[in-house]
């Protein structure tokens, strides 16, 4: 059946013959992925042979809206941007806010894939279905922010812009996508696959609408969903301090990750906490259908932006040993203006200053550092001097220079900032993750810690914590909600989808779909090779006891960690080895 | 008893654009905030964040511009004949706030719901009020 709430429009651009053509969507993979997340990844399983090179032209881009896009149910507004990862070999599906996603849906997509590569620098307008290619010659170059705001001051603020910057021009790994300045598709070198393609930068604006049925009640319903669940108490810091109100949580939980995952505490927290930052907060914004509006606009100094995040925040303070909140809002700005992602390039830096202390290799960079920790983001960009050596984050560096013990990743991607010592099921969470450490698969960290419904420091039990948590996000992120509508659950999702697409969903199909995503993942990745052997943590987590906090002394066990892996296969119905058996496969 | 009118407090929008959302699934039977009657946008320009707040104020210059009686605001709130209105766009012309939408040789003009703004119930923190 055709469903409502759909645009039913897939658009392609071939970069290659700077050709567009339209097509159904494949409405047998809606049914079965729901949107965003699981359905790019069906489409790039089905679209993209194994092994081609993430930087080449057989790699294709996909930016996906969801059902929900575009209506007023909230939080549903961030938009997947997917590809294969230069940085992992994965694939690698992010999730960009601000209004790009409504803007697309309005244009009359639910998806459109970018394939082949431009011979020459170049921006995409999107203007309902008029779809034209332009010269960024004089662009190309240019940061990220320079970039939106000469289109924007051309096109208008009816159009959204999603760019890059001098990173992913580069070709970095850690190189992100930017939209309304401050919103990122950050992670696994997405930037360099948009700039492998030589496109600088896509301008989207909507005209048209998205039809759903019974319109009025549907509307009246979902109104009554927002105040009662959406709006209630539980969610009520992001608008208050947004994810900033994590750094007191991480940091009483002993996760708070310090000296490049040395320790889990810092005493100095509450000088760069959120009460500090609404000193120098001068408004609030969301997404798109928002609803709850974390983003904090604030200046320090002649620092500006919109963040930083509790990430960037832990990536750029405690982890390098910086105190300044001015440090991290300039810290945040200039990653945000390079097209870098500020976990990998935070937790890069620090593992060269921890390089430098050990006396291993000097990349100019040294623990409290303010200023050389700025000034090499630079050099790493634009790939110079020993920036260059950074350039693709800590596991091509570390490969080269020694440091693998403690360079913080997993299959080729930062881990993001919760210290799994403090909360083994991290440990799980970062390596079965489909692209790579990510917090955003199973947050394992707020049951062991915040909500304190298992203990953190064991491995029993941990593999269901995962799996759960893993499918709840899976089919979330596949609506799309953002993560921080936390109190919703299978019985809103699923009588939202009902209201919208005029198809019956249930609970059970809400599970079963994010089933589906967690396992369509993992094949794309098992095509490529990816099985057991690669769903892996640092040694340091095995080796070196945490220093401070709840979680002082504690260290994981080689055992424990896979233990935790089986449990985790089993549950998924894979083998020994990590992989689906062909059954599985079939029934994707 | 005083008109009720929208109120804007900017420090409270985080624009999310919720309101022309709804103001069209209410008003034009999908989402599509292109024709929606109100028009709340935030975006950053040269470091700074601005917002555009285009709603209809009551301030009545669009009845006052009609060459053909075609608006009235007898109960509180716009109301625009259909028999009357030619569309010939001289109120979107003197709309202050740039909310009026000629479509279709006819003048879309924000109602307040007939005083109950939907709008209003869908700014999720009190930007948006009737009073």
Redesign the interface.
């Known amino acids: 059946m055709i469903m409502s709430a759909y645009q039913n429009k897939v658009l392609r651009i071939d970069c290659t013959k700077q050709e567009t053509r339209t097509e159904p969507l494949n409405m047998e993979f809606a049914e079965k992925y729901v949107g965003s997340k699981g359905l790019a990844i069906r489409y790039m399983y089905e679209d993209m042979k194994p092994g081609i090179d993430p930087l080449g032209p057989e790699n294709n881009l996909y930016l996906t809206t969801g059902p929900m896009t575009?209506?007023?149910i909230?939080c549903s507004?961030k938009l997947s941007v997917a590809a294969k990862s230069p940085a992992t070999g994965t694939m690698n599906d992010c999730s960009i806010g601000g209004?790009a996603g409504?803007r697309l849906k309005?244009a009359g997509y639910d998806m459109v894939v970018f394939e082949g590569q431009m011979d020459k620098p170049t921006y995409i307008v999107i203007e309902d279905d008029k779809i034209s290619f332009h010269d960024a010659a004089d662009l190309w170059g240019k940061t990220s922010h320079e970039a939106e705001?000469a289109l924007?001051e051309e096109y208008g603020?009816e159009f959204s812009c999603l760019s890059i910057g001098p990173a992913g021009e580069n070709l970095n790994n850690i190189s992100c996508i930017n939209s309304?300045?401050?919103r990122q598709a950050g992670r696994g070198g997405i930037g360099a696959v948009m700039g492998s393609k030589k496109i600088k930068a896509i301008l989207i604006k909507?005209?048209?609408?998205?039809?759903?049925p019974n319109?009025?009640e549907?509307?009246d319903r979902i109104?009554e969903i927002?105040h009662e669940n959406c709006?209630s108490e539980d969610n009520e810091f992001v608008?208050d301090e947004g994810t900033y109100a994590f750094l007191e949580a991480c940091n009483d939980g002993g996760i708070l990750p310090a000296h490049n995952f040395s320790a889990a505490t810092d005493v100095n927290w509450d000088k760069y906490n959120g009460a500090v930052m609404k000193k120098y907060r001068?408004?609030?914004?969301?997404?798109?259908?928002?609803?709850?509006?974390c983003?904090n606009?604030m200046?320090v100094g002649d620092a500006?932006v919109?963040g930083p995040e509790y990430e960037t925040t832990a990536a750029s303070g405690p982890q390098c040993d910086i105190v300044s909140i001015e440090h991290n809002v300039r810290f945040n700005q200039v990653v945000d203006d390079l097209g870098m992602d500020s976990i990998s390039a935070g937790v890069t830096v620090a593992w060269a200053m921890e390089m430098a202390e050990k006396g291993i290799h000097d990349f100019g960079v040294h623990f409290g550092n303010e200023e050389e920790m700025i000034n090499i983001l630079y050099d790493m960009a634009y790939r110079r001097g020993e920036g260059a050596e950074l350039a693709d984050g800590v596991k091509v560096a570390s490969e080269k220079w020694g440091g693998t013990d403690f360079a913080m990743h997993s299959k080729g991607l930062e881990f993001p900032q919760y210290e799994p010592r403090g909360s083994f099921g991290m440990a799980a969470s970062y390596a079965v993750s489909d692209r790579g450490a990510c917090h955003m698969r199973s947050y394992t960290a707020n049951e062991e810690v915040f909500e304190a419904s298992c203990p953190p420091y064991t491995h029993e039990g941990k593999g269901q914590v995962l799996y759960d948590l893993g499918e709840f996000n899976a089919i979330k992120f596949s609506c799309c909600l953002c993560d921080l509508w936390g109190t919703v659950d299978y019985a809103i999702m699923a009588e939202l989808l009902t209201l919208i697409t005029g198809k019956e969903w249930t609970e059970e199909d809400m599970s079963t779909v994010g089933r589906r995503v967690l396992n369509i993942g993992r094949a794309f990745n098992q095509r490529e090779g990816f099985t057991r052997e690669h769903d892996t943590v640092p040694e340091r987590l095995f080796k070196d006891p945490l220093k401070g906090g709840p979680a002082d002394g504690q260290v994981m066990t080689k055992e424990g960690f896979q233990d935790m892996l089986s449990q985790y296969y089993e549950i998924m119905g894979w083998d020994e080895n990590g992989c689906l058996p062909q059954e599985l496969i079939d029934t994707l | 008893m005083a008109t009720k009118r929208l109120k804007f407090k900017k420090a409270l929008c985080i624009g999310c654009q919720l309101c022309s959302q709804v103001c069209s699934a209410y008003k034009e039977g999908e989402y599509i905030p292109s024709k929606a009657r109100i028009a709340i946008e935030t975006c950053y320009d040269d470091g700074s964040l601005k917002y555009i707040d285009n709603y209809c104020i009551l301030c009545g210059m669009c009845m006052k511009a009609c060459p053909f009686d075609a608006i009235d605001m007898d109960n509180g709130w716009i109301h625009v004949d259909p028999e009357k209105c030619k569309g010939c766009g001289l109120c979107a012309k003197k709309c202050p706030k740039h909310v009026v939408q000629i479509r279709d040789k006819f003048a879309y003009i924000c109602d307040t719901c007939e005083g109950d703004p939907n709008c209003v119930k869908a700014c999720p923190h009190g930007a948006l009020t009737f009073e």
């Open positions: 575009g209506t007023p909230p507004g209004h409504i309005f705001k924007i603020t309304d300045y401050y909507g005209t048209q609408g998205v039809k759903v319109i009025k549907t509307t109104l927002f709006l608008f001068l408004g609030k914004r969301g997404c798109g259908s928002c609803g709850l509006g983003g606009f200046k500006i919109e």
